[in-house]
């Protein structure tokens, strides 16, 4: 497999998951911003998800195999999953609403650096 078709299987792989994220949390989002409890951080949680991973992944922690992708999949699920909880914690709190995104991205982060150093190794 050439070194091109790679880096273009992992840009589509990273868009289709990206879509997905926003296609699942875009209810949830509309009523928030609706009701002003969305912030321009919440919109890039999936991006940091992805970014975290990426720079340790090419840093060499963890298992370094493309069958370690599946990773990303669980990630952006729990990401979604926490999303929601933030929602529903922003709606009986609003004043905690930035203590909220803050804890958020640390829990998320957090996640990201456990599941690459303890996920186990997949062959591709």
Same mark, same amino acid.
């Given at each position: 497999? &050439? ?6 299987? @992992?840009? !589509? +792989?990273? $868009?289709?998951? #990206?879509?997905?994220?926003?296609? =699942? ?13 969305? &912030? ?6 999936? @991006?940091? !998800? +992805?970014? $975290?991973?990426? #720079?340790?992944?090419?840093?060499? =922690? ?29 709606? #009986? ?32």
């Amino acid at each position: 497999m &050439s070194p091109l078709f790679g880096g273009v299987a @992992l840009v !589509v +792989f990273f $868009t289709f998951f #990206l879509s997905l994220y926003y296609l =699942i949390a875009f209810p949830g989002g509309v009523r928030a911003y609706q009701r002003g409890q969305l &912030s321009l951080g919440d919109a890039f949680l999936p @991006l940091s !998800v +992805f970014a $975290t991973w990426s #720079l340790l992944a090419t840093s060499g =922690i963890g298992a370094q195999s493309l069958g370690n992708l599946v990773e990303l999949v669980f990630l952006l699920g729990a990401s979604v999953a926490l999303f929601y909880m933030r929602l529903w914690f922003v709606k #009986l709190h609003p004043t905690n609403a930035v203590l909220s995104l803050i804890a958020l991205y640390c829990i998320v982060i957090a996640l990201v650096v456990l599941t690459r150093m303890s996920f186990p190794l997949i062959p591709e």
